[in-house]
C-alpha cells in the first residue's frame, strides 16, 4: 500500500513562504491524483489543492489560489506544495493524500502523517 510522508513544514512570518514535501512509496504513482489537503484547530480538514500524476493537471482551492503551487518530481517520486505569502489563516496541519484515478472523481483513501505550518503574524 502507498506510504505517503510529508516533510517542510514550520513556522514562518506572514508573508513569508514555505515549501511542503511528500514522499510517496509503495507503488508506481502514474494513474494517481495526489493531494494536499490541511485541518485548523476546530475546524474540519479541508482541500488546498491536486495534482493529476501523468498530466500534471491541477486544481486549487480558492483561498490559495495564485499564492500556493502544487508540483510533483516524478525521478523522487515526491509531490511539492509551495506556498507563498503566507497568511495567519493557512495556520494548519498539512496532509499529503493519494487516490487511484483522476482529479475529479474517487475519494482520498490514502493519507501522510501531516506537518505542522505555522504563520505568525
Known amino acids: 500500500q502507498p506510504q505517503l510522508v510529508e516533510s517542510g513544514g514550520g513556522l514562518v512570518q506572514a508573508g513569508g513562504s514555505l515549501r511542503l514535501s511528500c514522499a510517496a512509496s509503495?507503488?508506481?504513482?502514474?494513474?494517481?491524483?495526489m493531494g494536499w489537503f490541511r485541518q485548523a484547530p476546530g475546524k474540519d480538514r479541508e482541500f488546498v489543492a491536486a495534482?493529476?500524476?501523468?498530466?500534471?493537471?491541477?486544481y486549487y482551492a480558492d483561498s490559495v489560489k495564485g499564492r500556493f503551487t502544487i508540483s510533483r518530481d516524478n525521478a523522487k517520486n515526491t509531490v511539492y506544495l509551495q506556498m507563498n505569502s503566507l497568511k495567519p489563516e493557512d495556520t494548519a496541519v498539512y496532509y499529503c493524500a493519494a487516490k487511484e484515478g483522476v482529479l475529479s472523481t474517487g475519494d482520498y483513501n490514502y493519507w501522510g502523517q501531516g506537518t505542522q505550518v505555522t504563520v505568525s503574524s
Open positions: 495534482i493529476e500524476w501523468i498530466t500534471r493537471f491541477t
Open positions: 509503495g507503488r508506481t504513482f502514474s494513474s494517481y491524483t
